[in-house]
C-alpha cells in the first residue's frame, strides 16, 4: 500500500517513517512505499537523508520505498492513504500569526485565538484544493489530515468529498487527547493501553471526562489525590484546585482560555515567540542535513527534535512556575502512532478506538451533524464512526459553540474572501477582547 505524506519536508516527517518501520503487523494492508511531497526541494532532501539513515539502521525485512516529488498530482496518484501536514507561509508565516495579534495585547498562538484564525485564512484555500485534487487522482484514498487548525482544516476538506459523494474520507488526527489520556492513566498506576477514556471536545478544545480502568471510572480517585494529580503536566500546569472544580482534565490548551492573562503575559515576556524559536531551531537543521551524509543528517534531526519536545509549551509552563517536562510528559503517544494505528484498521479492518477529529453525526448533543469534533471513535475497514459522548456540561458545549462558530466564519471567508467573514470570526473569538482589535488584527494581516 502507499501512503503519500503532504509537507515531506517537514520536521516530523521522520517519525511516521519510524512508525512505519516498526509496524509489526501482518504483511496485509502494510505501507510498503512513501511517497513525500513538498513544494521546496532542499527540505525534501534534508528529510530523505534522515530516512535513508533510519532505514539502514532498522534490522528488519520490511522497509518501504521512499520517494519524493514536488509534483502533486504525480504524489497522489495511486496512493491508498493521504497524509496532510502542511504548513503555508512556513514559519514566517506562522510568526506573523503570533506577533500580529501580540501586538494589540491578546493572544498570539499558532492554532488558538486570533493566530488560528489568520493560520486559517491562510491556510484552508490551499487545503481545498488539496481536498479537490485527491477527490480527483486518487478519490479511494483516505486523508489523514494533521495539518492545523485541524478542526476547521479537516471540515473544510471533508466538505469537498462529501459535495462529491466520496463519502466521510477525511479524518483528523492530534496528540493531544492521547497525551493527556495516557499520563492521566499512568498517574492511576494503570496500562493506558487497557484504559478506556471518555473524552469531548473540539480540537485543541477538550476534556477527558473519566478513565475507565477494569470497568470502573477512575477519574475521581485522581482527582481527590493532589499529589497524583500534579504528578503530570497537565495537573501542574492547570493546578489540583481547579481541576477538582471543573471536575475534568482540560487539554493543554484550554491552559490559552482558563489562565489567559497568565498565558499572554508569558508570551509577550518571551525572548522570541514558539513560531520564531522554531524557524531558528529548524533553520539550523535543515542548513546542517546533507544527503551525502545521512547519519550526520540523522543526528541534527534527533537533538533538534529531542530540544522542540523539552521546550513545548514553555511559555504556558512559565506561566504556572517555570517546571519542566518530565520523560512521561514527553510521551505524547505520538500522532504518528495515531497515524498508524488509523491506517492499520482502515487498511486490515483491525477494529480499534482511537479519539479522532470527525463529523459529529450524533455524538455531540447540541452541535450539528457535519460539525468535526475530536471524541473516540470505532475505526475499522469502513472508517472512523464517532461515539456517544452524551450529556455535555453546559460551559464545555457552550465553549464549543463559541469556538465552532470562529472556525465556520473563517471557512467562511477563505472559500470566498469575505472581509465581514473574516471580521466575524476574529472579533466573536473568546481571546479576542474587541471589535477595534479584531479589525486592526485583519488590517494588519492583510488579505481582507
Same mark, same amino acid.
Given at each position: 500500500m502507499r501512503l503519500t505524506v503532504l509537507g515531506g519536508g517537514g520536521f516530523r516527517v521522520p517519525l511516521v517513517h519510524r512508525a512505519l518501520?516498526?509496524? #509489526?503487523?501482518?504483511?496485509? !494492508?502494510r505501507i510498503t512505499e512513501l511517497v513525500l511531497h513538498d513544494t521546496d526541494s532542499g527540505r525534501l532532501d534534508a528529510v530523505t537523508a534522515v530516512l535513508s539513515h533510519q532505514a539502514a @539502521?532498522?534490522?528488519g525485512r520490511r522497509v518501504p520505498a521512499v520517494r519524493a516529488t514536488t509534483?502533486?498530482? #504525480?504524489?497522489?496518484? !495511486?496512493a491508498d492513504f493521504v497524509f496532510s501536514a502542511i504548513r503555508v507561509g512556513g514559519l514566517e508565516g506562522r510568526t506573523r500569526d503570533e506577533r500580529v495579534p501580540l501586538a494589540e495585547g491578546v493572544l498570539g498562538q499558532e492554532t488558538v485565538g486570533a493566530g488560528g484564525v489568520l493560520y486559517?485564512?491562510?491556510?484552508?484555500?490551499?487545503?481545498?484544493?488539496?481536498a479537490e485534487r485527491v477527490a480527483e487522482v486518487a478519490p479511494d484514498a483516505w486523508i489523514?489530515?494533521?495539518?492545523?487548525?485541524?478542526?476547521m482544516v479537516t471540515e473544510a476538506m471533508s466538505r469537498v468529498f462529501r459535495e462529491r459523494g466520496l463519502g466521510e474520507r477525511v479524518i483528523g488526527i492530534c496528540d493531544s487527547p492521547v497525551g493527556l489520556c495516557r499520563r492521566a492513566a499512568r498517574a492511576l498506576g494503570a496500562d493506558p493501553d487497557r484504559a478506556? $477514556?471518555?473524552y469531548v471536545g473540539l480540537n485543541h478544545l477538550g476534556w477527558l471526562r473519566g478513565v475507565v480502568v477494569d470497568g470502573r471510572d477512575r477519574l475521581p480517585e485522581l482527582l481527590a489525590n493532589g499529589d497524583l494529580l500534579e504528578s503530570f503536566e497537565e495537573g501542574r500546569l492547570f493546578g489540583a484546585d481547579w481541576l477538582r472544580a471543573l471536575g475534568a482534565l482540560p487539554n493543554e490548551y484550554l491552559h490559552y482560555y482558563y489562565f489567559n492573562r497568565e498565558a499572554v503575559a508569558a508570551v509577550r515576556g518571551s525572548r522570541a515567540t514558539r513560531g520564531e524559536f522554531l524557524?531558528? @531551531? @529548524?533553520?539550523?537543521? $535543515?542548513?546542517?542535513?546533507?544527503?551525502?551524509?545521512?547519519?550526520?543528517? $540523522?543526528?541534527?534531526?534527533?537533538?533538534?527534535?529531542? #530540544?522542540r519536545e523539552e521546550t513545548y509549551m514553555a511559555e504556558s509552563r512559565e506561566a504556572t512556575g517555570g517546571w519542566k517536562r518530565d520523560s512521561c510528559d514527553l510521551d505524547s503517544g505520538g500522532y504518528d502512532r495515531v497515524a498508524l494505528a488509523l491506517m492499520r484498521a482502515v487498511a486490515r479492518n483491525e477494529r480499534t478506538t482511537l479519539i479522532l477529529n470527525v463529523p459529529n453525526r450524533t455524538a455531540v448533543p447540541g452541535l450539528d451533524a457535519e460539525a468535526v469534533v475530536e471524541v473516540p471513535c470505532l475505526v475499522d475497514a469502513g472508517g472512523a464512526r464517532p461515539l456517544s459522548a452524551g450529556a455535555v456540561s453546559p460551559d464545555q458545549l457552550g465553549l464549543m459553540l463559541q469556538v465552532k462558530a470562529v472556525e465556520r466564519a473563517t471557512i467562511e471567508a477563505a472559500a470566498d474572501g469575505s472581509r465581514s467573514a473574516a471580521l466575524r470570526a476574529l472579533a466573536l473569538h473568546p481571546l479576542v477582547d474587541s471589535v477595534r482589535v479584531a479589525g486592526r488584527i485583519?488590517?494588519?494581516a492583510g488579505g481582507f
Open positions: 518501520l516498526e509496524d #509489526e503487523g501482518d504483511d496485509a !494492508g @539502521q532498522h534490522e509534483d502533486l498530482d #504525480e504524489a497522489l496518484r !495511486g486559517g485564512l491562510r491556510t484552508l484555500p490551499v487545503a481545498v484544493r488539496i489523514i489530515n494533521f495539518t492545523n487548525p485541524a478542526g478506556d $477514556y471518555d524557524r531558528e @531551531q @529548524q533553520s539550523r537543521f $535543515y542548513e546542517a542535513s546533507r544527503p551525502a551524509d545521512p547519519a550526520g543528517s $540523522y543526528d541534527a534531526w534527533d537533538r533538534t527534535r529531542r #530540544e485583519l488590517d494588519s
